[in-house]
């Protein structure tokens, strides 16, 4: 049986800072459905979602932020990435091709909870 990633969760002492700022990223007018109430945000980002919510565990920035990244992809790396640094975004990599020379971008910005996120050209499988 092959399982589907439905979504991610971000568990964040400020879930609605945290979902106002990931809007910016995706570049919504504000999350596809919340319970503002009780501090859930969600998002839907291509075929999986995104959930942003409250996490008894959670305080503080990300202490190792590189352990899980989001990665976002788009055929305008460059052109998004500026975007996103002007809005506020840290910077951690600016776009780098990783592949030496075979196309691919990627680059890696921090959320407001210290979060690793990149975006990158689409990745497509080698035929074989």
Request: some cysteine; glycine content about 12%; charged content about 20%.
């Amino acid at each position: 049986m092959a399982l589907n990633l439905n979504s991610v969760m971000l568990g964040s002492e400020d879930s609605k800072k945290l979902a106002d700022f990931y809007a910016k990223v995706l570049g919504a007018p504000n999350s596809d459905w919340s319970d503002e109430a009780r501090g859930w945000f969600g998002f839907q980002a291509g075929d999986s979602g995104l959930v942003i919510g409250p996490h008894s565990e959670v305080s503080g920035r990300s202490q190792q932020p590189g352990r899980i990244m989001l990665n976002f992809s788009t055929p305008e790396v460059k052109a998004e990435f500026e975007r996103i640094k002007a809005s506020g975004a840290d910077v951690v990599a600016e776009p780098y091709e990783p592949g030496g020379g075979d196309g691919m971008l990627i680059c890696t910005f921090a959320d407001p909870d210290g979060n690793y996120f990149q975006l990158s050209t689409p990745w497509e499988p080698a035929s074989s």
